[in-house]
């Protein structure tokens, strides 16, 4: 029976982590593309109505204390200030609010189910890590492609007869163009964080020490 020898190396286990598989890679095209997107597309029936009523609001207030201040009254600021009536609009303001809101958590809860569909670890951890990342680097996005959309605005020759023809042009090709970043933003958010999420799984020991 033979000894251990006191220079036998000693060994450890070691673990890597492997890249997403096809499924999971997969998995986060579809949540990250299709998520975001719902997610904006909520977020923005949630922001403009409200954004919407403050506005109105506040200009009213203006109207009404300017029209109050004024010497001799002003049939056209009367006009105007009885135009800014937002009571007919409450309900349907409030359904779009609404709507925006539980798009926005279907968008939440349909990525998650979708990550776990395609075996992805930590489904929400990765939906939530995915949407905060994608919203950041869209206000950068957002921010670039509005100041490209102003200068194709811009370019419009509107001395021309068609100068209509050319505006609802470049407003579809920006409304195509960012509903394609934000499909592509979400995509990227939602992979990065699967990939740094992803498991460590063990494999064959490795040598990595011997006694003296």
Not at 119 to 129: D, I, L, N, S
Not at 147 to 162: D, E, I, N
């Amino acid at each position: 029976m033979s000894e251990s020898s006191p220079h036998q190396a000693v060994y450890a286990p070691r673990a890597v982590r492997p890249p997403l598989t096809a499924e999971a890679k997969r998995g986060t095209v579809i949540a990250g593309a299709l998520g975001f997107v719902l997610l904006g597309l909520g977020y923005a029936m949630v922001a403009l109505p409200i954004a919407l009523a403050l506005i109105v609001a506040f200009v009213s207030l203006i109207v009404r204390w300017v029209s109050a201040s004024a010497s001799s009254r002003n049939t056209g600021f009367d006009e105007f200030v009885s135009g800014l009536n937002l009571a007919p609009w409450i309900v349907p303001l409030v359904l779009i609010v609404v709507v925006g809101v539980v798009l926005m958590i279907a968008a939440i809860v349909l990525s998650a189910r979708v990550l776990a569909a395609h075996q992805v670890r930590r489904p929400w951890a990765v939906t939530w890590a995915g949407a905060g990342i994608a919203i950041v680097a869209s206000w950068f996005v957002s921010g670039i492609l509005g100041f490209v959309t102003r200068l194709a605005v811009v370019g419009v020759s509107w001395g021309s007869p068609s100068w209509g023809e050319g505006v609802v042009a470049v407003v579809v090709v920006s409304a195509v163009v960012s509903l394609a970043s934000s499909a592509a933003i979400g995509w990227l958010s939602w992979w990065w964080m699967a990939y740094a999420m992803r498991p460590a799984v063990p494999v064959a020991a490795t040598p990595i020490a011997a006694n003296a």
